[in-house]
């Protein structure tokens, strides 16, 4: 569910840019080559579509084994931008047979796994660009990149940036109310396309650790969603409004509770001891509007579920525009009718001697 919004890290590297390139009088050939590009390396990769924004957050989780490439024979995202010191887990769901993950430099490297809940982590505490990837499937085109700090990367997608970045997404009204003290949201991030997607339980928001980062995620139908601790902030738990789910109320770094999230729709959450202070979340199905419905599970609203208002009006006005012409016909054939013949007029505006 690709749009195209152009994040403010998107417009901000942008300008800097052209600005640069005016400056210098140059090329975009020339700036393009003294910086590294990822075009090449993924020329192969089926599932890359850009880098995906996961700064803000102390640890990021990248599926090992997600649909691309001809099968389960990716990353989930491929291509990633952290901040320096983030920490990034690579979790395997057990499908495509075993896979490791490899970085080009030697930097790090992983085992050879097949199965599913098994985990890899390195830290990146420089920024600069590391590229990656699983040694029997590489020629298939299973290969990633870590993009750490404002490293600069040619040939990435504004597009799915823009979509995907922690911040600057759709903020749909309906959930204005629901996060009105939450202080870490900042729109919808985009996590569609991922079988497992992982949110943070501790992230930074709301006066301290109290918040889930991404605060708001959407998703596809069918998606596991992992909420992972990481420590801080006291014992938090996740619990859904609608009661379809709640996890017990943990303070352990690495513990981990999910749900996959099979029907299209809007589901609230939010920790129980620590809602009052902000810390909820959302997870939006499909191609929900960020309606509640009855039980916090539907994206129905009005009388016509699942139509917004704004639609029923432009879908009125063509009819009124087309039936406009239809109804004036008819009016003026009424009207004849109605009026009596001029011979008839005459007749009685001049009666006979």
């Known amino acids: 569910m690709t749009t195209n919004r152009f994040s403010r890290r998107a417009v901000v590297r942008t300008a800097v840019g052209v600005g640069a390139t005016a400056a210098l009088g140059v090329g975009s050939s020339t700036v393009s080559a003294q910086s590294p590009t990822l075009s090449s390396w993924f020329s192969n990769t089926s599932n890359y579509d850009g880098v995906v924004d996961r700064t803000g957050q102390s640890e990021v989780t990248i599926t090992v084994g997600a649909s691309g490439n001809g099968g389960n024979f990716g990353f989930g995202p491929a291509a990633v931008r952290v901040d320096p010191g983030t920490t990034v887990v690579w979790k395997w769901n057990g499908k495509g047979s075993s896979h490791n993950v490899v970085a080009e430099d030697g930097s790090f490297k992983s085992e050879m796994v097949g199965t599913s809940g098994h985990t890899f982590s390195h830290t990146f505490e420089e920024a600069g660009v590391w590229k990656y990837a699983c040694t029997p499937h590489k020629p298939m085109g299973m290969k990633g990149a870590v993009v750490v700090g404002d490293a600069a990367v040619g040939g990435e997608s504004s597009a799915t940036q823009s979509t995907a970045e922690k911040?600057?997404?759709?903020?749909?009204?309906?959930?204005?109310?629901?996060?009105?003290n939450t202080s870490n949201y900042d729109g919808v991030v985009d996590r569609t396309g991922n079988d497992e997607v992982t949110v943070e339980v501790g992230a930074?928001?709301?006066?301290?650790?109290?918040?889930?980062?991404?605060?708001?995620?959407?998703?596809?139908?069918?998606?596991?969603?992992?909420?992972?601790?990481?420590?801080?902030?006291?014992?938090?738990?996740?619990?859904?409004?609608?009661?379809?789910?709640?996890?017990?109320?943990?303070?352990?770094?690495?513990?981990?509770?999910?749900?996959?999230?099979?029907?299209?729709?809007?589901?609230?959450?939010?920790?129980?001891?620590?809602?009052?202070?902000?810390?909820?979340?959302?997870?939006?199905?499909?191609?929900?509007?960020?309606?509640?419905?009855?039980?916090?599970?539907?994206?129905?609203?009005?009388?016509?579920?699942?139509?917004?208002?704004?639609?029923?009006?432009?879908?009125?006005?063509?009819?009124?525009?087309?039936?406009?012409?239809?109804?004036?016909?008819?009016?003026?054939?009424?009207?004849?009718?109605?009026?009596p013949p001029e011979t008839d007029e005459r007749t009685h505006g001049h009666p006979s001697d």
């Open 167 to 180: 911040s600057g997404g759709e903020k749909p009204a309906a959930l204005k109310s629901w996060f009105s």
């Open 204 to 339: 930074k928001g709301n006066g301290a650790s109290f918040a889930f980062g991404p605060a708001a995620i959407r998703v596809d139908p069918g998606t596991t969603v992992v909420w992972e601790w990481n420590g801080k902030g006291g014992a938090h738990n996740v619990v859904a409004e609608d009661g379809s789910f709640k996890s017990e109320m943990v303070n352990k770094s690495g513990h981990s509770f999910s749900h996959a999230f099979e029907e299209t729709g809007t589901y609230k959450y939010a920790c129980t001891p620590h809602k009052s202070m902000g810390m909820k979340g959302v997870v939006l199905v499909g191609d929900a509007g960020g309606g509640a419905g009855g039980s916090g599970g539907s994206s129905n609203s009005g009388a016509f579920g699942g139509v917004s208002d704004s639609a029923l009006l432009f879908g009125g006005s063509l009819l009124g525009a087309f039936l406009s012409p239809i109804a004036v016909a008819v009016m003026l054939a009424l009207g004849d009718d109605d009026c």
